[in-house]
């Protein structure tokens, strides 16, 4: 079955930085778009970003646009966050899905932005 196994979230000050993983498995990762939403209490689910099946084209929120990048590797059947600049509205449990719906997404990660 499909698995979605986020990690590298944490506590990080203003400013800082993280890069978040997600092993994926179960299904044909090479062939898959594979997006990252998130939430935060009290909230829906939020898309952050979108990347193609084979990494060559990515789509991001507003909210993350010119401090996130989102990448893969195919060969590791791994999907990447990098953000940068964090902001405290960052603050969310960070999710890879499947589709930027997240329907389907992993277990999740928290992000925790304060200083």
């Known amino acids: 079955q499909v698995q979605l196994v986020e990690s590298g979230g944490g506590l990080v000050q203003p400013g800082g930085s993280l890069r978040l993983s997600c092993a994926a498995s179960g299904f044909t990762f090479r062939l898959s778009g594979m997006s990252w939403v998130r939430q935060t209490p009290g909230k829906g689910l939020e898309w952050v970003s979108s990347?193609?099946?084979?990494?060559?084209?990515?789509y991001y929120a507003d909210s993350v646009k010119g401090r996130a990048t989102i990448s893969r590797d195919n060969a590791k059947n791994t999907l990447y966050l990098q953000m940068n600049s964090l902001k405290s509205e960052d603050t969310a449990v960070y999710y890879c899905?499947?589709?930027?719906?997240?329907?389907?997404r992993g277990q999740g990660t928290q992000v925790t932005v304060s200083s």
């Open positions: 899905a499947r589709d930027r719906s997240g329907v389907t």
């Open positions: 990347i193609s099946f084979a990494g060559g084209a990515t």
